[in-house]
């Protein structure tokens, strides 16, 4: 499930491409080139647009182009229209807490004054408008907003917006609703396309309906009393036990076993199961998930404890001491559960 989500605005958001076009053969016709139709355009058309003009009128500047095309832009009588689904998904979007950026290559007092005038001001953390090259900025994006890139997706209608999403290693979303073509999307493979937001939208509510996650943590102990607690920013900072997702063909114990090294480095023997418990959207846990937590106690080969990026701290305690810790609620149930039915001895 997505966290944040990282629009273009063109072809994406608004349809505003008569007055593009009409603005581009503007600009085309002061050199004696002839003008696209739609099809030719959106053919032909590619950002970061420099290219685009580089290609066609090698010996012009940028800023001299830009002369010509913004009064263009701005006289057009073409209509710029929101996309069907649009506000839709925005609302969905918000409705389920997700965080929206903008990233637009369109001229920023421009892209402003759309903003305005569609109201949609309100749905976004942060725009970023006037982006010749998206790639330049993506990553200073993920970075300023704390974007986890597992969680944060791109939706674009162009091959550039893919390859910008691809550059920033999060997830690519095509829409077909804009300047690119189906097939000129597909040779850059985006990880999804759809034909417009509101398919997405049908997606993203399938992927909240998914069934219940199934983990393994354990208790690894010492054998001589004492046990491993691990803090991490994925349960508030509190302490507990680590583990994780047993993956799709893969048994509980080996689902431990991997889990354990990953997030340890440690080796673990004698594996006992201790205990099952539900976890159902924890408020303690980073986002609203319904966990099955399978409980396992196990010992450890060593003392050497080498954490990976999910956790923040360890200590070897004992079960008296690990109560001294703000533990999260699973992991004070099964240290009750294991004195109780005396499971460490
Ligand atoms: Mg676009």
Redesign the pocket.
Known sequence: MFKNLIF?????LVDDMGPVIEATNAVLGKYGIAPYNREGFRRNFRLPYREFYAELLPNVSLEELETHFRPAFDESTSPVTILPHAREKLEWARSHGLRMFIL?SMDATAFSRQLDEFGMRHYFEKTYAGVLDKRDLIHRIIETHSLDKEETALI???TH?IETAKHGGIVSIAVLT??HHAELLATVRPDITVPDLGVLIKMFEKRKAERPIATVGALIHDGQGKVLMIRTHKWSNLWGIPGGKIERGESCENALIREICEETGLEISDIRFAMVQESIFSTSFIRPEHFILLNYIAKAESYEVTLNEEAEEFQWVTIEEAFSLELNTATIQLLNRVIKDKLLL
């Open positions: 273009d605005w063109s072809g994406t637009t674009g209608d162009m917006d804009g300047y």
